[in-house]
């Protein structure tokens, strides 16, 4: 048990985790202070959202670059539906959900899944689709979103804990169920670890692939939803850096950019080491530029660790078997 | 026939090897082996699958080193560590696998890499044409310099290769099965391409399966078997039947003719006239109830093309299936599962298991493809039945969760078989059911095959290995080509027979 925990690929990040964690409590007064650890954590409730969405793309071996984009529309959206349709708070976040996942399932997904283009092509074509459309409905304009709801998720509490915790709590503990305990979640490994395998066992891995992308955009519409309420507006340049962000917490957490490998437990490790790094560093008064030259320095080498091990593995296992190949020589 | 040698020819042999020795792992490819190539000759090596052909041919041009034995080439001994070494010395070689540049032209592929010429300006383009097109004349080939690679159909693709392998210094050629991938009519212009490169002194050894091929263009031939050199001649010297017999270590039984093909009274599948294009023609066969049924070929005959389409991964272009006397569509992998069919692809790496994923997971990966997707995939009756096969087929695992690449092959393999048994299929289709898996692995699945048909299912094993087939299959359909050359039954199969129709003797 303990040596399967040891064995997963965010463990390096997770003990680099908790050596900031100390780092910083013992050099920082103001760092492990309630209000302070809320903090981090409320920060960190979009990128956190979105990793889990970005993760399964990346799990059945694809990449989404357009939850940026989406992230704003889907905020510009629920605006909309508040301010212009009018329509009840609860009634709009329904909407403003499925006007991401079915522009995500039908723009991204089908282009990728059913007629097999590349992802990075379509998703950079949805990027800049989507930043467009943002600009088009909200006419490059910053509007409030007035609603007393909003502003109880995004700064209101229950039971001591505050509401943004709980919704990442909450999309967590689900994504974690339909990863684990799902046909679907099982067929998104299979599609990133071997799709022609997942093809021929008759799993239908175009709609996995249409799913995905969809799961992906209908969370980033779920984290437009906690980004209108934090600012309490509607504004169209939101989530320009979400996609870079969202793919290193989803590389430090362990998941492969081939596919198959990861998974969100690892994801929130690595949204939580961004966040404690920014946190930490910006208590202590360091130019925010450190943080991005640590970042970028720890994702390298963590990937590089990760890539050594498993070099080390496949050496030990080919020394094993030495035979295995060629039973039968060609002739 | 040859010009350079008859009845002594030069001296010198261009390329000698000299008991040459080489083993894999536990396994001899060669136990010692003597061969020589003479100047403006073209020589066949022949033998039956893991006879060391191949392993001759990548020892020759120093794609591996062997255990022990010498080069020499012309007299000389040669230490040549890697192909840039052999090439330096004048050998070139061809393998079975493309590696063209399909986005580049026909001349830029031709001159890949740094041999392009040069002027003050960079690449001299025209320069670069010319030379092009005077290495595709030595070989009659008339493809554009300027068209693309990807454009070309698979023959002239071929000489392509060929000329890009060759340069002014070259001394030996040497072809890794060249025709397996050509038509009639391309194999012809690949010929004349061998005849003149013989006339400008080049020697060239090849390996073909097809013995009418071997008669055609060669002037002498070397027979291996079992890593060892059974005969090397001059073509003259051979018949058709005393080639096949040495291949075989054995004389041939009488030639039985094929049977007329007739469905079999309460056929489980059926298949009539069924064609893809560029894959096989005309295949028909029947499988009964508890029958196995055998498809033997050479490399690239056509019949793992066959349990793919019956799997739904090709389009048929002709012909009909039927299942129980019914027709079926059978468009996509799922509708095969649904209409009975289970399919263990040959390579299980690519085709057959997720390698990161559990033992549990691969194995009931196919029975529950159609379940629905937000159900709980770890249910007890998985459990049960993962459980239950690797109590019954001894398969070696720490546990259900342990993923399957930390199991030997053999192991990997029963999973893989485990996987399509869950579906309850009424026919299993099996693609060279024991590539990879070591002997006692191998007499296992053969008993797990041999019980299933017992209890009744329908079995279709395409195999190149003859013994394979031979020991599990009543009936072995043998495939030539792309077409059905013959079926054998039980009683009439045996290596010689099968060989013979798969090399497509009349």
Same mark, same amino acid.
């Given at each position: 048990?303990?040596?399967?925990?040891?064995?997963?690929?965010?463990?390096?990040?997770?003990?680099?985790?908790?050596?900031?964690?100390?780092?910083?409590?013992?050099?920082?007064?103001?760092?492990?202070?309630?209000?302070?650890?809320?903090?981090?954590?409320?920060?960190?409730?979009?990128?956190?959202?979105?990793?889990?969405?970005?993760?399964?793309?990346?799990?059945?071996?694809?990449?989404?670059?357009?939850?940026?984009?989406?992230?704003?529309?889907?905020?510009?959206?629920?605006?909309?539906?508040?301010?212009?349709?009018?329509?009840?708070?609860?009634?709009?976040?329904?909407?403003?959900?499925?006007?991401?996942?079915?522009?995500?399932?039908?723009?991204?997904?089908?282009?990728?899944?059913?007629?097999?283009?590349?992802?990075?092509?379509?998703?950079?074509?949805?990027?800049?689709?989507?930043?467009?459309?943002?600009?088009?409905?909200?006419?490059?304009?910053?509007?409030?979103?007035?609603?007393?709801?909003?502003?109880?998720?995004?700064?209101?509490?229950?039971?001591?804990?505050?509401?943004?915790?709980?919704?990442?709590?909450?999309?967590?503990?689900?994504?974690?169920?339909?990863?684990?305990?799902?046909?679907?979640?099982?067929?998104?490994?299979?599609?990133?670890?071997?799709?022609?395998?997942?093809?021929?066992?008759?799993?239908?891995?175009?709609?996995?692939?249409?799913?995905?992308?969809?799961?992906?955009?209908?969370?980033?519409?779920?984290?437009?939803?906690?980004?209108?309420?934090?600012?309490?507006?509607?504004?169209?340049?939101?989530?320009?850096?979400?996609?870079?962000?969202?793919?290193?917490?989803?590389?430090?957490?362990?998941?492969?950019?081939?596919?198959?490998?990861?998974?969100?437990?690892?994801?929130?490790?690595?949204?939580?080491?961004?966040?404690?790094?920014?946190?930490?560093?910006?208590?202590?008064?360091?130019?925010?530029?450190?943080?991005?030259?640590?970042?970028?320095?720890?994702?390298?080498?963590?990937?590089?660790?990760?890539?050594?091990?498993?070099?080390?593995?496949?050496?030990?296992?080919?020394?094993?078997?030495?035979?295995?190949?060629?039973?039968?020589?060609?002739? | 026939?040859?010009?350079?040698?008859?009845?002594?020819?030069?001296?010198?042999?261009?390329?000698?090897?000299?008991?040459?020795?080489?083993?894999?792992?536990?396994?001899?490819?060669?136990?010692?082996?003597?061969?020589?190539?003479?100047?403006?000759?073209?020589?066949?090596?022949?033998?039956?699958?893991?006879?060391?052909?191949?392993?001759?041919?990548?020892?020759?041009?120093?794609?591996?080193?062997?255990?022990?034995?010498?080069?020499?080439?012309?007299?000389?001994?040669?230490?040549?560590?890697?192909?840039?070494?052999?090439?330096?010395?004048?050998?070139?070689?061809?393998?079975?696998?493309?590696?063209?540049?399909?986005?580049?032209?026909?001349?830029?592929?031709?001159?890949?890499?740094?041999?392009?010429?040069?002027?003050?300006?960079?690449?001299?383009?025209?320069?670069?044409?010319?030379?092009?097109?005077?290495?595709?004349?030595?070989?009659?080939?008339?493809?554009?310099?300027?068209?693309?690679?990807?454009?070309?159909?698979?023959?002239?693709?071929?000489?392509?290769?060929?000329?890009?392998?060759?340069?002014?210094?070259?001394?030996?050629?040497?072809?890794?099965?060249?025709?397996?991938?050509?038509?009639?009519?391309?194999?012809?212009?690949?010929?004349?391409?061998?005849?003149?490169?013989?006339?400008?002194?080049?020697?060239?050894?090849?390996?073909?399966?097809?013995?009418? #091929? @071997?008669? *055609?263009?060669?002037?002498? %031939?070397?027979?291996?078997?079992? /890593? $060892?050199?059974?005969?090397? &001649?001059?073509?003259?010297?051979?018949?058709?039947?005393?080639?096949?017999?040495?291949?075989?270590?054995?004389?041939?039984?009488?030639?039985?003719?094929?049977?007329?093909?007739?469905?079999?009274?309460?056929?489980?599948?059926?298949?009539?006239?069924?064609?893809?294009?560029?894959?096989?023609?005309?295949?028909?066969?029947?499988?009964?109830?508890?029958?196995?049924?055998?498809?033997?070929?050479?490399?690239?005959?056509?019949?793992? #093309? @066959?349990? *793919?389409?019956?799997?739904? %991964?090709?389009?048929?272009?002709? /012909? $009909?299936?039927?299942?129980? &006397?019914?027709?079926?569509?059978?468009?996509?992998?799922?509708?095969?599962?649904?209409?009975?069919?289970?399919?263990?692809?040959?390579?299980?790496?690519?085709?057959?298991?997720?390698?990161?994923?559990?033992?549990?997971?691969?194995?009931?990966?196919?029975?529950?493809?159609?379940?629905?997707?937000?159900?709980?995939?770890?249910?007890?009756?998985?459990?049960?039945?993962?459980?239950?096969?690797?109590?019954?087929?001894?398969?070696?695992?720490?546990?259900?969760?342990?993923?399957?690449?930390?199991?030997?092959?053999?192991?990997?393999?029963?999973?893989?078989?485990?996987?399509?048994?869950?579906?309850?299929?009424?026919?299993?289709?099996?693609?060279?059911?024991?590539?990879?898996?070591?002997?006692?692995?191998?007499?296992?699945?053969?008993?797990?095959?041999?019980?299933?048909?017992?209890?009744?299912?329908?079995?279709?094993?395409?195999?190149?290995?003859?013994?394979?087939?031979?020991?599990?299959?009543?009936?072995?359909?043998?495939?030539?080509?792309?077409?059905?050359?013959?079926?054998?039954?039980?009683?009439?199969?045996?290596?010689?027979?099968?060989?013979?129709?798969?090399?497509?003797?009349?």
């Amino acid at each position: 048990m303990l040596r399967n925990f040891v064995r997963q690929r965010f463990f390096v990040v997770l003990v680099l985790l908790a050596v900031m964690l100390v780092f910083f409590t013992l050099t920082q007064e103001r760092f492990l202070t309630p209000e302070n650890m809320s903090a981090v954590m409320t920060s960190s409730s979009i990128l956190w959202v979105a990793s889990l969405g970005l993760t399964f793309v990346m799990l059945a071996g694809g990449f989404d670059l357009s939850i940026g984009s989406m992230l704003a529309l889907c905020g510009i959206g629920l605006g909309w539906f508040v301010n212009e349709a009018g329509l009840p708070l609860f009634v709009a976040i329904i909407f403003t959900i499925l006007l991401g996942a079915g522009l995500g399932a039908l723009v991204n997904g089908v282009p990728i899944g059913k007629y097999g283009l590349s992802f990075l092509v379509v998703t950079l074509g949805s990027l800049i689709l989507f930043r467009g459309l943002t600009n088009l409905w909200s006419g490059t304009k910053t509007q409030q979103v007035i609603s007393p709801f909003l502003d109880e998720l995004a700064f209101g509490s229950t039971l001591g804990v505050p509401n943004p915790i709980i919704v990442m709590v909450v999309t967590f503990l689900i994504m974690l169920y339909v990863q684990k305990y799902t046909f679907f979640g099982r067929d998104v490994y299979a599609v990133g670890g071997n799709a022609e395998a997942a093809r021929l066992s008759g799993i239908r891995t175009s709609r996995t692939l249409i799913a995905v992308y969809g799961l992906s955009a209908g969370l980033a519409a779920v984290a437009a939803v906690l980004q209108d309420a934090r600012i309490g507006a509607a504004s169209p340049q939101v989530g320009d850096n979400l996609v870079f962000a969202a793919a290193a917490a989803v590389l430090l957490g362990g998941t492969s950019f081939s596919g198959g490998i990861g998974g969100v437990g690892g994801t929130v490790v690595g949204v939580l080491f961004l966040g404690v790094l920014q946190n930490g560093l910006s208590v202590g008064g360091v130019e925010s530029y450190w943080q991005q030259i640590i970042t970028g320095v720890i994702l390298i080498a963590a990937i590089a660790l990760d890539l050594v091990q498993r070099r080390r593995t496949e050496r030990s296992k080919s020394l094993r078997t030495p035979a295995a190949q060629p039973a039968v020589p060609a002739s | 026939m040859s010009n350079a040698l008859q009845a002594g020819g030069p001296a010198l042999p261009v390329l000698q090897a000299t008991g040459v020795m080489k083993s894999y792992g536990g396994v001899q490819a060669l136990k010692g082996v003597d061969f020589s190539l003479f100047g403006g000759e073209v020589h066949a090596l022949c033998g039956e699958n893991g006879s060391g052909k191949s392993t001759m041919l990548k020892i020759l041009s120093a794609q591996i080193a062997p255990d022990s034995g010498s080069l020499a080439m012309n007299g000389h001994s040669v230490a040549m560590k890697n192909p840039v070494d052999s090439l330096a010395a004048g050998i070139a070689m061809v393998t079975q696998e493309r590696t063209l540049v399909n986005e580049l032209s026909v001349g830029e592929n031709v001159l890949l890499g740094p041999r392009k010429p040069r002027s003050v300006w960079g690449i001299d383009w025209r320069a670069t044409r010319k030379k092009a097109r005077e290495a595709l004349d030595v070989l009659n080939c008339d493809a554009d310099v300027d068209d693309l690679v990807q454009d070309l159909p698979p023959g002239q693709a071929q000489l392509v290769e060929i000329a890009r392998a060759i340069t002014d210094d070259t001394k030996v050629l040497i072809l890794d099965e060249p025709t397996s991938s050509l038509s009639a009519h391309e194999v012809d212009s690949l010929f004349r391409a061998m005849r003149s490169l013989r006339n400008r002194g080049v020697a060239t050894v090849f390996i073909s399966h097809r013995t009418q #091929e @071997v008669f *055609e263009i060669s002037d002498r %031939l070397t027979v291996l078997r079992d /890593g $060892r050199l059974v005969s090397t &001649g001059v073509v003259a010297d051979y018949s058709p039947t005393r080639l096949v017999s040495d291949m075989l270590g054995r004389e041939l039984s009488a030639f039985v003719p094929p049977p007329e093909y007739q469905t079999a009274q309460g056929a489980v599948l059926t298949v009539e006239g069924m064609s893809v294009r560029g894959k096989f023609t005309d295949v028909s066969l029947g499988v009964g109830k508890g029958e196995i049924v055998g498809i033997a070929g050479l490399v690239g005959a056509g019949h793992s #093309e @066959v349990l *793919e389409t019956l799997f739904g %991964l090709h389009q048929r272009e002709a /012909g $009909r299936v039927l299942i129980n &006397g019914e027709q079926v569509a059978l468009g996509d992998p799922p509708a095969a599962i649904k209409a009975g069919i289970g399919f263990v692809p040959g390579d299980r790496k690519i085709g057959g298991l997720v390698l990161d994923m559990s033992v549990l997971e691969n194995a009931v990966m196919a029975r529950t493809s159609t379940t629905a997707r937000w159900a709980r995939p770890r249910s007890a009756s998985s459990v049960a039945f993962v459980e239950q096969c690797v109590e019954d087929f001894s398969i070696v695992t720490e546990s259900l969760d342990t993923p399957v690449v930390r199991l030997s092959g053999g192991n990997q393999q029963k999973v893989l078989i485990a996987k399509w048994l869950g579906t309850n299929p009424s026919i299993l289709l099996l693609d060279e059911p024991t590539r990879g898996v070591d002997v006692g692995a191998k007499a296992e699945i053969y008993r797990i095959l041999l019980a299933q048909r017992d209890a009744g299912l329908s079995i279709v094993i395409s195999s190149s290995e003859a013994p394979e087939l031979l020991a599990l299959c009543d009936r072995i359909i043998v495939m030539h080509a792309g077409r059905v050359a013959g079926m054998l039954h039980k009683h009439e199969a045996d290596e010689a027979a099968i060989f013979r129709l798969a090399m497509g003797h009349e």
